[in-house]
């Protein structure tokens, strides 16, 4: 991760109210410099201004960023093993095509038993 301190810019010279950002290293610097993604920005900015800011509504505001972030995780392996499962299947099939008896035809999902007859499978 990259601590370094970044430039800084006209944005952050001030604050709308408050002063709970008011620190070494911007939040959003940070994220920036980082490319942090959304959600895990986010869990970031509320444990770190909790004890300044939001108290323990902060932790409670973070952990639902990590329920949603670990929703989307959840989905994202799910989608993955989906895709797999499917990718294992396909070879299955494969493997039991006899591929000496089609002729390709160049078109997705398209080819042609070579038994002299020009028929679509």
């Not at 001030?14 to 959003?28: A, P």
């Not at 970031?44 to 323990?56: A, D, Q, S």
């Amino acid at each position: 991760m990259n601590l370094d301190k970044p430039e800084q810019s006209t944005a952050n010279n001030y604050q709308i109210g408050g002063d709970h950002y008011r620190s070494e290293i911007q939040h959003w610097d940070f994220v920036l410099a980082n490319n942090i993604p959304y959600l895990e920005a986010q869990i970031i900015k509320y444990v770190f201004r909790w004890r300044k800011k939001g108290g323990v509504q902060d932790l409670n505001k973070a952990k639902h960023f990590l329920e949603k972030l670990l929703d989307v995780a959840n989905g994202e392996e799910r989608e993955w093993k989906l895709r797999e499962d499917k990718t294992r299947s396909e070879l299955r099939r494969e493997s039991l095509t006899p591929r000496a008896n089609y002729i390709d035809t160049g078109e997705p999902g398209r080819a042609y038993a070579d038994q002299g007859r020009d028929r679509p499978l």
